[in-house]
């Protein structure tokens, strides 16, 4: 792979803010919901665990990027000794180059693509073909330096049934997540467009047949589904084209969501801290109940296993990555329990999307503060919408990938490359969103089932077979200095366990 460019790298703490970027999304405005449901005191400790399990399953996912690193770069070092060769002269203690033997006559005979592979593999040898850079390259073999999506390692580790579970399981994921996006951005606008006929009292619950405007003739279901329609409508034929995020648009939007996240924080405290003759907010400490959507939720919140690659890869310095991770977890876990804790303790309804307990409501009188929950109101419309074209271009991809030939794109029909899997990538997601608004029920769901296999069965299988084939080709001389902590056997399974434990307790909650 050719080296890459000094202005695609960027220093240690842009990497900090965009991995937090990447895990605090739209699963942080559903923990208050989960809080109130399950217990504040069930909350932090699910908080503190899932957020050590993901962590382990992200040491995993870094330690499978650096094997499949090592493996590309023993492969294209057999390729460099296969067209330099080295003598060593003991005499003189030197090594020289000398010209390597004619290549075989079975070379000619090969096919075009093995020809092409061949050919590739040497052009991407960039390291400079002398005897001191060869055997520097065997002892650098893990290494970051090459963006290893996670498809590509699937179909590195994995047979086929695995990469086809592997394809599905994220496929899955991904219809969740445009699902999550929509139903959040249409009931956003929908509560903003009703902002004046907003009940104080309403409910998650509510069957949406209250009018939306007093002497109007559209429910609040109405608007919704009106807003959802528009919404795909605008954003959904970005997925016929190639978008990409850019380092300033990641930047603008990490202040975004800092900003949003601490305002609703300060205005939770300052309800807190304001005197009032009511009696305080006492929310339940613990309902076993509320496990189950709390897990997912969860899950779905530390969520950043699949664009890891993206992330890390361009990092400059990845001596302290190990650290830089930790410190991000730990803060992204202080920065959850502060928003659910303060958010529970401060309202005595909390709606499954957080930020609808700051839509603007009529008798308010200061522009400012009227200013500021039309904001909060519209922040999931402005961060969501940045994200949907991307998340839902990842899908289309994935869905060609699961049932078209990669290498042969060109030969199938305009209609079945161009048309038909946007179209299957967004249609899904707007027909359930159409039929369901709860953005709790749909980020359990999705956190839960399509959840635990890209968080915890992927990096488990993954990181399990990355060793065994580095084992075999490499060797185990050879450190591989990106290792994850947990070693051995004992902490894939101890995931493993957890996560069969999670899948049984919402499967259980459904079925019930």
Request: with cysteine.
């Amino acid at each position: 792979m050719p080296p890459r460019a000094a202005h695609e790298e960027y220093p240690t703490w842009v990497g900090f803010v965009f991995i937090f970027n990447l895990i605090v999304g739209t699963g942080a405005l559903a923990l208050p919901s989960a809080f109130s449901h399950a217990g504040w005191v069930l909350g932090a400790l699910a908080i503190v665990v899932l957020a050590f399990m993901s962590y382990v399953t992200v040491t995993f996912i870094i330690e499978t990027m650096a094997c499949a690193n090592a493996v590309h770069n023993w492969k294209r070092l057999q390729f460099i000794k296969r067209d330099r060769v080295i003598e060593y002269d003991e005499d003189s203690n030197v090594e020289t180059m000398v010209e390597p033997p004619p290549l075989s006559s079975d070379y000619e005979s090969e096919n075009e693509t093995q020809r092409e592979e061949h050919d590739q593999l040497i052009a991407d040898a960039t390291i400079e073909q002398t005897p001191l850079n060869i055997m520097y390259c065997r002892k650098t073999y893990y290494t970051l330096s090459s963006k290893i999506e996670l498809g590509e390692m699937a179909n590195m580790f994995f047979g086929r049934t695995q990469r086809f579970l592997f394809y599905f399981c994220l496929a899955v994921y991904l219809y969740g997540d445009l699902s999550i996006y929509s139903a959040a951005v249409a009931k956003s606008l929908r509560d903003v467009a009703c902002a004046h006929n907003h009940r104080a009292n309403a409910t998650d619950d509510d069957d949406g047949t209250e009018r939306c405007w007093q002497d109007g003739l559209l429910s609040r279901l109405d608007v919704y589904r009106l807003c959802l329609v528009a919404f795909v409508t605008v954003l959904g034929p970005f997925t016929f084209f190639n978008v990409q995020k850019t380092k300033y648009l990641q930047l603008l939007t990490v202040l975004f969501r800092w900003l949003a996240f601490t305002v609703m924080i300060s205005i939770a405290i300052r309800r807190l801290l304001a005197p009032d003759s009511a009696l305080p907010i006492v929310p339940k400490r613990a309902d076993i109940s509320g496990i189950p959507y709390l897990i997912g939720t969860c899950i779905y919140s530390f969520m950043c296993h699949h664009s890891l690659p993206s992330l890390l890869t361009p990092i400059a310095n990845k001596a302290r990555l190990k650290a830089l991770l930790s410190l991000d977890y730990v803060l992204i876990g202080g920065f959850y329990l502060a928003l659910a804790l303060t958010g529970i303790f401060a309202f005595s309804d909390i709606k499954d999307l957080y930020t609808l307990n700051f839509v603007p409501s009529a008798d308010q009188t200061s522009g400012m503060l009227k200013a500021v929950e039309y904001f909060l109101a519209l922040f999931p419309v402005f961060t969501l919408s940045a994200s949907f074209p991307i998340v839902a271009i990842t899908l289309r991809n994935n869905l060609q990938t699961l049932f078209l030939d990669s290498a042969q794109l060109e030969t199938y029909n305009f209609f079945l490359r161009r048309m038909f899997f946007p179209l299957l990538a967004i249609l899904p997601p707007l027909v359930v969103c159409y039929f369901t608004e709860s953005v709790s029920n749909l980020v359990g769901f999705t956190g839960c089932y399509a959840g635990t296999g890209i968080q915890y069965l992927i990096p488990i299988a993954l990181v399990l077979s990355a060793r065994r084939t580095c084992d075999n080709m490499i060797g185990r001389g050879i450190v591989n200095e990106f290792r994850s902590p947990f070693k051995g056997t004992v902490w894939p399974m101890i995931v493993l366990g957890w996560t069969v434990a999670c899948l049984v307790l919402v499967t259980i909650d459904l079925a019930i």
